[in-house]
């Protein structure tokens, strides 16, 4: 059931919000997915090996993203996370 914003278009459902959101991410999935097994695994690692790492990579997909956070402002970092996975209408 849709209801209307304030200048009466249609608000989409949250079906028809959410689909081309996730079909976004799924075009962008490369390689092997990770499964639970492997974030388990790489968790009970993190957990044993003696560090006191604050953050846990798990996968190659998103080390790009953390180091754009880290090079870029807040502003270019946000504007690469939207042209990666926000839908284009």
Known sequence: MATEFSQGVPAPTY???V??????????IRGRILTAEDVAKAIFGAATDGSEAA???IGDDIAPLIQAKSQK???EYLSLVRDRYVPKK
């Open 55 to 57: 953050a846990l990579l």
């Open 73 to 75: 402002t807040e502003r």
């Open 19 to 28: 689909k081309p959101v996730m079909a976004s991410f799924a075009s962008r």
């Open 15 to 17: 079906d028809e919000f």
